[in-house]
């Protein structure tokens, strides 16, 4: 939660200080809309707490929610956003002679905090009716501070379900000591940190549909900057050493935004 407190100042204090800025260029504009979109993910390096590091399958999660625009300057615009995202990762592998599989499903509130600027020449934000049919492209960047809300893991062992213990202790490990004495979790998000904090880029165009209505299509993709393993069970790997787990993600959203004031 520091580094979500640190993170968050600085946009805030560098959006004052840019918007402050803005009002001399026909800034102070707000729009109000939803999006939603679907995202293939993953977990990269995957904490497997001393079992081989498994076969990824990529699944595929939905994302939704609200989204508000602020437009700071005709060609830019600040956008904050609450959402639901369903993250995770699918493994299905063979070792020790036995096949493994294990389907993670992860579900997240974010609130991500973006700077979006306009590529087009000659072209003046979301007011620009008169050339409502050309698409005006744009990236898009920033923060999404994450908050875990539930977390569901299905362990299966030659085509068996079993539990949590079993499935990373199965053929042996070298971290039993640890994980017997963390003992087995009461719930599955009791694996993982309660908050992930994500750098997001995305590129996409958006076109007026009315003067103050305007529609969007866009690519975003994202990763973790920290790690989403609760510190109880960041165990080390085969090898001895640990890496960080964090969550991917790349997919496409379409939404709408009006304008409110």
């Known amino acids: 939660m520091r580094y979500l407190a640190i993170i968050v100042s600085l946009f805030i204090l560098s959006a004052q200080t840019v918007a402050g800025q803005s009002a001399k260029h026909a800034g102070g504009k707000f729009y109000l809309g939803a999006l939603g979109g679907l995202n293939a993910t993953a ?8 079992q081989t590091e498994m076969d990824y399958v990529v699944p595929v999660g939905f994302s939704g929610g609200v989204t508000m625009h ?11 956003e609450a959402s639901y995202h369903q993250m995770g990762q699918k493994h299905d592998d063979h070792f020790k002679q036995m096949d493994f599989y294990k389907d993670i ?5 974010a609130i991500p905090i973006l700077y979006k600027l306009i590529l087009n020449k000659n072209t003046t ?27 569901d893991i299905r362990y299966e062992v030659e085509g068996n379900q079993t539990d949590f213990i079993s499935f990373i202790t199965k053929g042996g490990n070298p971290n039993l ?9 009461e719930d599955d998000a009791d694996l993982y940190n309660q908050t992930d904090i994500s750098f997001i880029g995305a590129a996409g165009f958006h076109t007026n549909i009315q003067p103050s209505v ?13 790690d989403i393993n609760a510190e109880a069970w960041q165990l080390p790997g085969p090898s001895g050493t640990y890496n960080w787990s964090r969550n991917l993600m790349i997919g496409f959203q379409v939404g709408l935004v009006f304008r409110i004031m």
């Open 125 to 151: 934000a979301y007011e620009d009716w008169a050339s409502r049919s050309k698409p005006k492209w744009y990236l898009l960047a920033g923060i999404q501070p994450s908050f875990l809300i539930s977390a």
């Open 43 to 50: 977990i990269f390096f995957q904490n497997n707490y001393g």
């Open 70 to 80: 602020y437009r700071l300057t005709p060609k830019s615009h600040l956008i904050v």
């Open 177 to 185: 000591e640890e994980i017997l004495a963390n003992g087995q979790p």
């Open 214 to 226: 305007v529609g969007f299509v866009e690519v975003r993709g994202g990763f973790s900057l920290l």
């Open 105 to 109: 499903n992860l579900s997240y509130v």
